[in-house]
């Protein structure tokens, strides 16, 4: 139903409730209170000296407002409360002095000073009777907390409610029905009400979102692929032509790679390996063993970057085995492009590497037999599927080097093969990671001079300011002039950013990686991908606006090589956390680290369809809701109980975009 429809909603409270992520009368409805407010009202006999409490009054004189700056006010008045006078202070509330009339009754928050009989005041209402529990709702500016209320409380008397748990989970749990969950939520009148609606929504949400991974991982199972007949001499064979020793963890999920190769069900599954663990050899050996079975292979990569990173390392890798491989870009000739596209469908390419421009329309291969995505959480679903589509049941295989941690894994790639690469190549030292702070940048520049004079190189990342782009590309300037500065103009810089052209970029990485530049500063696009062993340093600037597992993968750039590395994070604010990293190199670690601190929420800095951002579910707190949906799913699938039920039948139809 039309948001308009309720009452008091015009089209810009319309307009900002869309950015809440509300276009409907039933999203309103599942708009839940993220906390709630106690107000366990006390008499002004019982408040401690500089502790929050909630006092009632009347007002017994009109408010004053004294105005100190233009967007700062100061409002005094009195107040009788258990037979007391109160002299009240609040800050940039001004707007309420037209109801804080005489005799008005007032609801007032904040800490009483006893030896000067004042309460200054964080809070005020009106009309709220004791021991009431609040709601309280995420907001955008020009929307307040009650009018939030007030919407939900009209959306509620139209019933539009729907319950989504299977009955025999319902008796079986004893969960209140869903009007009652959903009314409750919105309006407890006790602790207990709360608990039990919290608690029935909790899992209706996860059992939704589990019944869609389990049921992905059901059918997934039954998809015939392609079964090769490869010997197990092969990785032998791959072996001896590299001029490195694998480990033992990438010799793990070469196993599992060849088993699923030679097996008849569809490979589907997900590589999960810390940066520079050597992810890019073991999808190497799948295109190895892809090619020996005479089928071709598709390499997916988000950027361009990355694309001709790996077409570059794969095509070294596979030198000696005759693979045609060829690159295909936005960047890519017409001509070119077009001969590439011939050369496909005839079968002379074995390997195609690219970006977004392999899900094009004109992209057929002649008999496609693997598909790897590379850091796949990038892409949107329908992309990631469209590759797929572009051969006859195609194996599957994910790279991605965020490590997460095994919960969010259950939940994101639940329907996946997991394969984790934990140990690092051989010859790799730690990277020594120091937080600084802004007034000790002297100590850091005398040390990127010291990798300098060694002819080393130095990556500087600047943080992305999202609603600013003017401002951002200010700053990675001001860095620059400032490095200018510091070192007499003598180190050649380059700057890398999102509004370069695809061929300025290219020109700025081939110096780097030539040696020509020494210092490249840069936004976070070098984050996945780069790879310039002579980079030994890497300087992060407000190192406070990054996730610690986004910081991990920007430190990742350096230490890939046998040289000492170094990370410093340059940062006035949230230090102790930052000194996550300074504990450790282990990004399955810090990612458990960066997950108890910020939660779920979005780990990768951006949503896409299919990932666990929940209404009301934390897969943090409720990881046993989330367990217990699990097997509970699980068993409704086996047993075939969804058959016959309207919703999880449409899930069903409407299921591919969790893929």
Do not use: W
Request: overall charge positive; hydrophobic content about 35%; glycine content about 6%.
């Amino acid at each position: 139903m039309d948001l308009k429809s309720i009452k008091g909603i015009a089209l810009g409270t319309e307009q900002k409730l869309n950015s809440l992520g509300i276009y409907t009368i039933e999203n309103l409805v599942e708009f839940y209170p993220y906390r709630y407010n106690i107000l366990n009202l006390i008499t002004i006999n019982e408040a401690k000296e500089d502790e929050s409490c909630t006092i009632k009054g009347v007002v017994v004189d009109a408010p004053k407002v004294q105005y100190i700056k233009r967007n700062f006010n100061r409002m005094t008045f009195k107040i009788i409360t258990n037979k007391q006078m109160v002299n009240v202070t609040i800050f940039n509330r001004a707007f309420f002095k037209q109801h804080l009339t005489l005799n008005k009754e007032v609801v007032i928050t904040g800490k009483y000073k006893r030896i000067n009989n004042s309460f200054m005041a964080s809070d005020l209402k009106f009309n709220i009777s004791e021991n009431k529990i609040e709601p309280v709702y995420h907001l955008v500016e020009g929307l307040s907390n009650s009018q939030i209320s007030k919407y939900i409380k009209e959306a509620l008397k139209l019933n539009l409610y729907y319950d989504y748990i299977p009955t025999i989970y319902t008796e079986k749990y004893h969960f209140i029905n869903k009007e009652a969950a959903v009314n409750l939520v919105h309006e407890p009148k006790s602790i207990q009400d709360i608990k039990s609606s919290t608690l029935r929504l909790k899992y209706e949400e996860l059992f939704n979102f589990m019944f869609k991974i389990n049921y992905l991982k059901s059918i997934n199972k039954k998809v015939e692929g392609i079964k090769r007949d490869l010997s197990s001499n092969y990785l032998n064979e791959f072996q001896e032509q590299l001029s490195f020793t694998l480990t033992k963890d990438q010799l793990i999920c070469m196993q599992k790679i060849y088993e699923d190769l030679t097996n008849a069900p569809r490979m589907n599954r997900l590589i999960l390996g810390d940066v520079g663990s050597g992810k890019t050899i073991v999808a190497t050996y799948a295109i190895y063993l892809n090619y020996l079975s005479k089928h071709q292979s598709a390499l997916m990569a988000p950027t361009e970057i990355l694309a001709m990173q790996h077409y570059k390392s794969i095509q070294e890798l596979l030198s000696k085995f005759n693979i045609k491989t060829a690159l295909l870009t936005g960047s890519t000739k017409k001509k070119e492009k077009e001969q590439i596209m011939l050369d496909l469908q005839d079968g002379k390419i074995d390997l195609l590497i690219g970006t977004h421009a392999l899900i094009s329309d004109n992209v057929k291969f002649k008999s496609l037999g693997l598909v790897i995505t590379d850091e796949q959480h990038r892409f949107g679903v329908a992309q990631r599927n469209n590759l797929s589509e572009k051969g006859l049941a195609p194996d599957v295989l994910y790279l991605s080097a965020t490590p997460i941690p095994r919960t969010y894994a259950l939940t994101i790639y639940g329907d996946l093969d997991l394969s984790l690469i934990k140990t690092k190549p051989t010859g790799r030292k730690e990277i020594i990671t120091k937080v600084y702070k802004e007034s000790d940048i002297k100590e850091v520049l005398y040390k990127m001079l010291e990798e300098l004079k060694l002819g080393h190189q130095i990556y500087v990342v600047s943080p992305l300011i999202e609603d600013n782009d003017t401002l951002d590309l200010k700053s990675i300037f001001a860095l620059e002039e400032k490095f200018n500065l510091a070192f007499k103009n003598q180190v050649k810089i380059g700057i890398l950013h999102g509004k370069l052209k695809n061929s300025e970029k290219e020109i700025i990485m081939n110096d780097f990686k030539s040696g020509e530049l020494k210092i490249l500063i840069s936004t976070t696009v070098i984050e996945v991908g780069v790879d310039v062993p002579n980079t030994t340093m890497i300087v992060i600037y407000n190192a406070e606006r990054f996730g610690l597992a986004t910081l991990h993968q920007l430190r990742g750039r350096v230490g890939r090589n046998d040289m000492q590395s170094y990370c410093y994070l340059i940062s006035n604010k949230d230090v102790e956390r930052l000194k996550v990293l300074e504990e450790s190199n282990d990004g399955f670690y810090i990612s458990e680290k960066d997950f108890e601190m910020r939660g779920g929420g979005d780990l990768f800095g951006n949503k896409q369809s299919g990932s666990a951002n929940f209404k009301i579910a934390n897969i943090k707190t409720d990881y046993q809701i989330l367990m217990q949906a699990a097997l509970d799913t699980e068993d409704y699938i086996n047993s075939k109980l969804y058959i016959g039920n309207v919703y999880y039948e449409k899930l069903i139809d409407d299921i591919s975009f969790i893929n």
